[in-house]
């Protein structure tokens, strides 16, 4: 007959009644992190998992340990969490025969892309932009070529919707090589220390497959100025990280980074003084409005009817980014038609315009009237 016993937790409080015999056969950790700023922030990666079993087993033994909770390392490094992803069976004890496995850090977004379908012939306007990608084609193609005068690190900056990560993906696709794009809120991480850990992981990925591309979207949720260290914790930690990477003190002679960003001023004077070249994205003038109207609407399932004059909607649509017109007018008017059952008439047109002004000029939720 089995009996209860307590058991005593990481922070030895006490759990309730464990049913003795229940044992854990396997345990699954990830390394999580510290819990406070300013700790010790080495991460301790296991080399050898019978080693690390034995320590497991040794420092935690009479734990119960259910998915979702957290392990706190009491020796070598202390307060070091590592969180329970699995146990089986879940809410049992670990045991002098406890196998653990241990998970490392999400890399899922660090998966390269090659052979996008974006061109340079994609994305209308943004010409200096383009030149420019033109040179860095020629250095990903031909590193030796530069030399110590490779262009390593760029900023994209300017409003949301002008075609910053279209022009990355072209520049891949142009010059063959992997893509590896990254937003930057997910390099934040939930623990102090996940941050800076996650950027020189994802910057040794990219040493794995040189020459490529490294492409940061959303730039600032990484690289915001360290004045907004008392808001957010992990600020200098993080800058700390980018200006390592981005200085290459250790050579690499086929990586290029690319950062894009809405928000430059938020940036940190010493992260941005890094990039060698700043390519600011603008909105489409009216003739690159008439443009992108007219690519784009070539490839409707759905004719125009003869009433739609896409040069009016183009001179109506002043301030609106590419994204905009596609997304919120084209899109929209094309998908009345399709539910009306005919073509895309100027009505449909109109009706999307009037939609897409409207939800320009209303106010941000939240706030006050």
Not at 9 to 21: A, E, F, L, R
Not at 72 to 88: E, L, N, Q, T
Not at 195 to 209: M, S, T
Not at 342 to 355: D, P, R
Request: proline residues 5%.
């Amino acid at each position: 007959m089995r009996t209860k016993q307590r058991v005593n937790d990481k922070k030895g409080n006490k759990y309730s009644h464990v049913t003795k015999g229940s044992g854990a056969k396997t345990v699954i950790v990830k390394p999580a992190g510290y819990p406070l700023k300013g700790m010790f922030h080495e991460y301790p990666e296991p080399s050898e998992m019978d080693v690390f079993e034995f320590y497991a087993r040794e420092q935690w033994n009479g734990f119960v340990v259910k998915k979702g909770d957290y392990l706190f390392d009491r020796r070598m490094f202390p307060d070091f969490a590592f969180k329970v992803i699995d146990a089986d069976p879940d809410n049992s004890e670990i045991g002098k025969n406890t196998k653990f496995v241990v998970e490392d850090y999400d890399t899922d977004f660090f998966t390269p892309q090659i052979n996008s379908e974006v061109s340079f012939k994609n994305i209308i306007g943004q010409q200096r932009a383009k030149q420019k990608c033109k040179l860095i084609k020629q250095f990903l193609t031909n590193p030796a070529k530069f030399g110590t005068w490779i262009p390593k690190n760029i900023l994209f900056y300017g409003p949301s919707g002008t075609g910053k990560t279209m022009m990355a993906k072209a520049l891949a696709n142009a010059s063959r090589v992997p893509f590896l794009p990254v937003k930057a809120t997910k390099l934040i991480g939930e623990f102090v220390g996940d941050g800076a850990r996650q950027i020189h992981q994802l910057y040794e990925k990219a040493e794995e497959l040189e020459p490529c591309i490294v492409f940061i979207d959303e730039f600032d949720a990484i690289a915001l100025s360290r004045g907004y260290q008392e808001i957010r914790g992990d600020v200098s930690e993080i800058v700390n990280a980018l200006l390592t990477e981005l200085d290459g003190i250790e050579e690499r002679k086929g990586i290029c980074t690319i950062a894009a960003t809405n928000m430059s001023a938020a940036l940190d004077s010493a992260v941005r003084s890094r990039f060698e070249e700043e390519i600011e994205f603008s909105l489409p003038d009216l003739d690159e409005r008439h443009e992108i109207l007219k690519a784009y609407s070539r490839t409707f399932p759905r004719k125009l009817a003869n009433d739609v004059d896409l040069k009016a909607f183009s001179r109506q649509t002043q301030g609106f980014s590419g994204r905009d017109l596609v997304e919120k007018l084209l899109k929209n008017a094309l998908h009345k038609a399709i539910l009306a059952g005919g073509k895309v008439t100027e009505k449909h047109f109109e009706q999307a315009l009037s939609e897409a002004i409207g939800k320009r000029s209303e106010p941000p939720k939240g706030m006050f009237a």
